[in-house]
């Protein structure tokens, strides 16, 4: 360790892996990256289908949201990743970009989906590339499925059979339609952003990685970042940084974090007795994508839900095949619930098991599991301090369903998700709908289940949003040397699953910063 860094980034998550690889290329730099948690590894970090199993464990800060008005009052668990890779290392796996027009919606100077396409392609190293669509040069590898099970197959055919294309790459051309989702896998075990970016460059020089090292506040002189200082082993040390401090702690603590060193807004930073240095709406413009499960007995013993035995461990421990590489959401479907809408407002996750609650709560018997998933929510919500301490968790108020469009959005979700399960393909799998939904019928009804059972799909983002509270170099407004990459700074939603687009962000904000 140095004491002092041309960079210090602060989180190695998917977008401080990114950074930490690409900046340290440069010979000449000297890149530190400081992480809460420590090098993740283990079964259950690296089989796909086990990644349930990570949550509430070590590598997971498991947050809570505050109590959800519209949600029955209920507080939602919300897992982040904590450790090398950062959520990276506990997601599901599911490789989407987005549709294209998300970007373009972002109307920020060189972010359109055609400046940051050839990031996309960048980053991977895909089986059908390289392309128009893909890249086969970059680190994070993606798989077309080297493990699907016949259930997943069999809702791709009764989504096609109630009237959705087939879509064969939700990443190429089209994003509607029906297909088995891409993973980003290797070899059947998971590549998380620390696998594919940071592990590969932590013998160049000068790259150094700190673990438990826990970012307490960012040194300032004037409006300059010059450095961090951060808790290792009980001890509050200080690093300085020549040419930038970049804060990779993810949506929900990067903005912890400008709020801790007074960067937020003044009013709800002054109720906490902490110094403004600077008024922006840091932590504002919350958006999450709401999943709902809606679960069918399911009568042949196909599904993964007793996958989970000596033969399917063994089988993986020595050929890295089998059950345990599905990452559990296998296939999908991107829709329109009204004719008119720019883009798919809906995300469908099928999963060939129970899975209901993150996977805590477990019934005896197979079933399969259809997941309604918002992607373009209207309601936003925030990030903010619940206390001055950098240790503490921050308030997460997602206000969930807070536009009513997006419950609506979630009931036709359900009503079709009925439908699609209805169909031919599924007649030799299909047994009751589980009994929670079985006497749900009206809307009214459909509304009371959805405040029962909707749970985040895990993809906060926008709370240091680019055009708000960064630039579109993202740097924060009114400082120097002081940056924020991550999910954080996507100004408006993305519809599908936010990693690639996170690894994509990075991926640009390495060579803004290298001046590429
Ligand atoms: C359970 C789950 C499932 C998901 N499934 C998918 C999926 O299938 N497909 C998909 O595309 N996306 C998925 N996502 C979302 C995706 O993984 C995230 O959007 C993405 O990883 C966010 O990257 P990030 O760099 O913004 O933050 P993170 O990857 O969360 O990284 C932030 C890092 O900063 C560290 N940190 C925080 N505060 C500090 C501090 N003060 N000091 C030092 N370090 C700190 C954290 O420990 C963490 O390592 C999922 C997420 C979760 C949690």
Not at 13 to 27: D, H, I, Q, T
Not at 79 to 98: C, E, Q, T, V, Y
Not at 167 to 191: C, I, K, M, T, Y
Not at 426 to 432: A, C, V
Request: net charge neutral; hydrophobic share 40%.
């Amino acid at each position: 360790m140095r004491q002092e860094y041309d960079y210090v980034i602060v989180g190695a998550g998917s977008a401080g892996c990114v950074l930490a690889n690409r900046l340290s290329a440069k010979p000449d730099l000297k890149v530190l990256v400081l992480e809460a948690g420590e090098p993740m590894q283990g079964l259950y970090h690296k089989a796909p289908a086990a990644f349930p199993k990570l949550f509430k464990g070590p590598y997971d800060w498991a947050f809570s949201t505050e109590p959800q008005a519209l949600l029955g009052g209920r507080v939602l668990y919300w897992p982040r990743g904590k450790g090398l890779g950062g959520s990276s290392g506990i997601n599901a796996m599911i490789a989407i970009r987005g549709n294209p027009r998300d970007y373009d919606d972002w109307r920020q100077p060189g972010w359109s989906f055609a400046e940051v396409l050839p990031y996309f392609k960048k980053l991977e190293t895909h089986p059908l590339g390289p392309s128009e669509y893909h890249g086969d040069r970059g680190p994070l590898h993606v798989e077309v499925r080297k493990y699907t099970n016949p259930l997943s197959l069999a809702f791709v055919e009764a989504a096609a059979q109630w009237g959705l294309e087939h879509n064969h790459d939700f990443n190429g051309p089209r994003q509607e339609g029906v297909g088995l989702f891409h993973v980003s896998q290797r070899n059947g075990a998971r590549h998380s952003a620390a696998t594919a970016y940071l592990l590969p460059a932590l013998p160049r020089p000068n790259l150094d990685a700190q673990t438990g090292a826990r970012a307490h506040r960012i040194l300032f002189e004037g409006a300059k970042a010059t450095g961090v200082e951060y808790r290792h082993q009980g001890q509050l040390w200080r690093v300085r940084a020549s040419r930038g401090v970049i804060v990779s702690s993810g949506a929900v603590q990067s903005p912890q974090l400008l709020m801790l060193c007074g960067i937020g807004p003044a009013d709800s930073l002054k109720s906490l007795g902490i110094e403004v240095r600077l008024d922006l709406p840091v932590g504002q413009n919350l958006w999450d994508h709401l999943a709902l499960p809606v679960i069918w007995h399911c009568k042949a013993p196909v599904s993964l839900d007793k996958a989970e035995n000596l033969a399917n461990t063994l089988r993986y421990l020595l050929t890295q095949s089998g059950p345990f590489v599905s990452n559990v959401a296998e296939a999908g479907a991107f829709v329109r619930t009204r004719p008119q809408a720019p883009a798919p407002d809906l995300q469908y996750h099928f999963g060939p098991a129970f899975f209901s609650n993150h996977g805590f709560d477990r019934e005896e018997g197979y079933f399969f599991t259809i997941g309604p998933t918002l992607i373009a929510p209207q309601s936003r919500g925030f990030i903010g301090l619940k206390s001055a301490d950098p240790e503490a968790a921050p308030l997460i108020e997602p206000r969930y369903l807070k536009e009513p469009q997006d419950l609506e959005v979630l009931r036709i979700g359900m009503e079709w998700a009925r439908e699609i399960a209805a169909q031919k393909a599924f007649d030799p799998y299909r047994g009751q709908p589980h009994h929670r939904q079985a006497e749900v019928k009206s809307p009214v009804e459909m509304a009371a289940y959805i405040r029962q059972y909707a749970q985040t799909l895990y993809h906060p983002a926008g709370t240091c949003s680019m055009g708000q509270v960064v630039d579109e170099h993202l740097k924060v407004y009114g400082t120097e040397n002081l940056y924020v990459v991550d999910a954080s700074v996507m100004p408006g939603v993305v519809r599908g699953n936010t990693n690639i687009p996170t690894l994509m962000v990075a991926e640009r904000a390495a060579d803004l910063l290298l001046g590429v």
